[in-house]
Nanobody, 118 residues
Framework: QVQLVESGGGLVQPGGSLRLSCAAS????????MNWYRQAPGKQRELVAR???????YYEDSVKDRFIISKDNAKNTVYLQMNSLKPEDTAVYYC????????????WGQGTQVTVSS
């Protein structure tokens, strides 16, 4: 079992920045990858960024060059630094952990709201 707790969401103006945090506990040595997903109203949940156990990363096209995913193994925490935020980034952001490359679903945090608006 893995438990995930997100923090850091809020309201920010367009062009601003936010940093989301995801603290993991439990069987963290078994984690293959940590992901950030987001879900906007009326839309499907989408993968935004991923960091794998070997530190390889993946970004969805719309956030490349604006978002940075990183992890601090000493703190068992994954971060999503979001820069140059746009109104279309508004969504609930979820932290997710999977234990293998083929695992679907995995473990989820409770979500944190990010609102980009003037």
């Amino acid at each position: 079992q893995v438990q995930l707790v997100e923090s850091g969401g809020g309201l920010v103006q367009p062009g601003g920045s936010l940093r989301l945090s995801c603290a993991a506990s439990g069987s963290i040595a078994s984690i293959y990858a940590m992901n950030w997903y987001r879900q906007a109203p009326g839309k499907q949940r989408e993968l935004v960024a991923r960091v794998m156990s070997g530190k390889n990363t993946y970004y969805e096209d719309s956030v490349k060059d604006r978002f940075i995913i990183s992890k601090d193994n000493a703190k068992n925490t994954v971060y999503l630094q979001m820069n140059s935020l746009k109104p279309e980034d508004t969504a609930v952001y979820y932290c997710n952990a999977v234990l293998s490359p083929l695992q679907t679903g995995g473990y989820w945090g409770q979500g944190t709201q990010v609102t980009v608006s003037s």
